[in-house]
């Protein structure tokens, strides 16, 4: 299972766009990204998931360079509510074991 | 439709005793993972049951042992508990086996005393 480093904080303002990078240098053939939010005291919630280029939901973006080494969650317009610890992970298919890294505490301001 | 259920959401229990945590996942799905989190070690993957087999281990002792009933349903048990228990044992489930959008519960918060 490729190792995932992210930045361990980053602070925000309400209605700025807010990008975190996940480097994943070892990520295999198989190997998907995918990306969890975190409220202290819940169960992690998957936010989006992605193999290349670029994925799109309602409340995210993951962008994937071509050599899949590093990837980048967007959100956009921030509000207080995204205040939380945000996971990358990366896996193949076939199992769900999922390792999480230290993560990203995201703290967004008014 | 319901979200993953965790029983009890809180323990409190003492060295030396077992304890068992429950997990319901969601109707239909087939996979129940589960995981510790402590503030030092964060995450932890500790086994994953589809279709009553268990088919992943985390780095975890023998004391932590799980099980899946024919209904998904999932417990986990630990013997002989420590001090370093005490953590947050969340139970993720996801509709199949591949690596897909997994659903966690809030999560049982035990505490060894």
């Known amino acids: 299972l490729a190792k995932t480093t992210q930045p361990i904080s980053m602070d925000s303002y309400e209605g700025q766009e807010v990008n975190i990078t996940c480097s994943h240098n070892n990520i295999a053939t198989n190997d998907y990204i995918t990306w969890y939010q975190q409220f202290p005291s819940q169960g992690p919630r998957f936010i989006i998931q992605?193999?290349?280029t670029k994925v799109t939901n309602e409340v995210a973006s993951l962008f994937i360079p071509a050599d899949r080494k590093s990837s980048t969650l967007s959100l956009p317009r921030v509000s207080l509510s995204d205040t939380a610890v945000y996971y990358c992970?990366?896996?193949?298919?076939?199992?769900?074991?999922?390792?999480f890294g230290a993560g990203t505490i995201l703290r967004v301001k008014s | 439709k319901a979200g993953v259920t965790q029983t009890p959401r809180y323990l409190i229990k003492t060295r030396g005793q077992q304890v068992t945590l429950s997990c319901s996942p969601i109707s239909g799905h087939r996979s129940v993972s589960w995981y510790q989190q402590t503030p030092g070690q964060g995450l932890q993957f500790l086994f994953e049951?589809?279709?009553?087999?268990?088919?992943n281990k985390g780095n975890f002792p023998g004391r932590f042992s799980g099980r899946q009933f024919s209904n998904s349903r999932s417990e986990m048990n630990v013997s002989t508990l420590e001090l370093g228990d005490s953590a947050l044992y969340l139970c993720?489930?996801?509709?199949?086996?591949?690596?897909?959008?997994?659903?966690f519960g809030p999560g049982t918060r035990l505490t060894v005393l």
């Open positions: 049951y589809f279709s009553e087999t268990q088919r």
């Open positions: 993720a489930s996801s509709i199949q086996e591949s690596y897909n959008e997994q659903f």
């Open positions: 992970l990366v896996g193949d298919v076939g199992g769900n074991k999922l390792v």
């Open positions: 992605g193999y290349k």
